[in-house]
């Protein structure tokens, strides 16, 4: 079976098992660089056979899409995106993340409901889109002493590729910073303007590394710029790294996330954002070295798709959490934890961040972090004896609009907690 009729089967499968909060186009558009990274992973259909050099223009090829089209249709999401940048600067955005034919971005139906401030959606535009900033990273990692990794994508021709025996995941996953010009020079690399900003039959968009490192959460960058600064702020880093998603495939290649943030620095005046609170974020939603396997970073796609059992999405949850609303933890894909054990490893991160009195005072959260306990405490909280079956203990959660009920031993000695995780769990035994 050739690798055309893999990269069809692999799309087909994900078509009809996956669900997202988006329209169908928008869906086709998210899912076929989902099968690129099966493709390159030997995942899905592709069932351990890898395609290294794969890009998104094979993928296309392959389902028999109009290439221009596609790349429009893309285009058009980000530009949707830059356009409300551009009336939120000048004090004309609206409160609604939709576009002038009142569809939301990205399609994403759950969008449209929102209200949001704008000028916090051009502070969340601008963070999200330094945060993948190399040079950036390299400031962050040496001013807290950490390993973060990094790289940029290339336009990259693949005969010389070929004869230098290379290929697209050595590029990706091994160290490179020692080699960029020497690829340059041998032509590997092809300038930008040469190629006129596109790919072709022998030039592919491929994504050097440059350093090694843990990496960063996508996740974590979301829930953190939230925690902060506010919900609006993490709407914004996260339509952000949906730029850099479809900006992989476009008729014109360019890091369009991080131009869109220097030009809002460069236009907006009461951004009010510093290159601290930038480093700040990205500390914060660095992985861990030894955290690898555990904290998530999840690609648009599973930000976006519709979990079966809470009917939510991830970022329905992350924005939940953001504000303190009631939420149903939910697993996340490819990791090994769910959104509330998720959620303590940001607390307890945030916690040891701000053990470094040094940083506190300039903090927006530093205020929330000064209140009296008393005043953030649940209130109300709901108890229930330990003989109350699993079932009945849901309806009550429900019910009361609970994340947890405190369980006691013939209705006087407190014997512990029942949290709604730990209620999900019982549906994956």
Request: glycine letters at 6%; aromatic letters at 8%; proline letters at 3%.
């Amino acid at each position: 079976m050739d690798f055309e009729e893999l990269i069809r089967q692999d799309f087909e499968h994900l078509s009809k098992t996956t669900e997202l909060d988006v329209s169908r186009e928008s869906e086709d558009a998210i899912l076929m660089q989902s099968v690129e990274g099966h493709a390159h992973n030997g995942a899905g259909m592709f069932n351990k056979r890898r395609f290294v050099n794969i890009t998104i223009s094979d993928i296309v090829t392959a389902l028999e899409l109009e290439p221009d089209k596609v790349k429009a249709y893309r285009q058009g999401l980000i530009d949707e995106i830059y356009h409300y940048a551009d009336l939120a600067i000048h004090g004309k955005a609206g409160a609604r993340l939709v576009n002038q034919d009142g569809e939301p971005f990205l399609r994403a139906g759950r969008l449209k409901g929102l209200t949001v401030n704008p000028s916090s959606m051009l502070k969340g535009l601008y963070l999200g889109g330094l945060r993948d900033d190399t040079e950036i990273r390299r400031d962050v990692e040496k001013e807290y002493n950490i390993k973060i990794g990094g790289g940029r994508s290339h336009f990259v021709d693949l005969r010389i590729l070929k004869h230098l025996n290379l290929d697209g995941e050595k590029l990706a996953h091994e160290p490179h910073a020692d080699d960029i010009e020497d690829y340059e020079k041998a032509g590997m690399i092809v300038a930008p303007e040469k190629c006129q900003h596109q790919e072709s039959e022998f030039v592919r968009y491929f994504y050097i590394r440059d350093r090694m490192g843990p990496g960063h959460s996508d996740d974590a960058a979301i829930v953190c710029a939230g925690l902060l600064f506010d919900r609006d702020v993490a709407l914004g880093v996260f339509l952000a790294d949906a730029i850099d998603t479809l900006e992989k495939y476009v008729n014109k290649y360019s890091d369009q996330d991080n131009e869109l943030a220097h030009w809002i620095a460069d236009q907006y005046r009461d951004l009010n954002i510093s290159i601290e609170d930038v480093h700040r974020l990205i500390y914060l939603s660095t992985i861990p070295e030894k955290k690898v396997d555990v904290v998530p970073d999840s690609s648009l796609r599973y930000l976006l798709s519709i979990d079966k059992k809470t009917k939510q999405t991830l970022l329905d949850c992350y924005l939940a959490f953001i504000e303190g609303k009631p939420l149903m933890p939910m697993a996340i894909w490819k990791s090994k934890i769910t959104t509330t054990e998720f959620f303590s490893y940001i607390n307890h991160r945030f916690l040891n961040f701000e053990a470094a009195e040094a940083h506190v005072a300039s903090l927006p959260i530093a205020a929330r972090l000064s209140r009296r306990v008393g005043e953030i405490m649940e209130t109300g909280v709901m108890t229930v004896d330990q003989g109350l079956s699993v079932s009945e203990a849901i309806q009550k959660m429900l019910a009361g609009n609970r994340n947890f009920l405190v369980v006691t031993q013939n209705g006087g000695k407190i014997v512990g907690v029942v949290k709604a995780s730990d209620l999900l769990r019982v549906f994956e035994e």
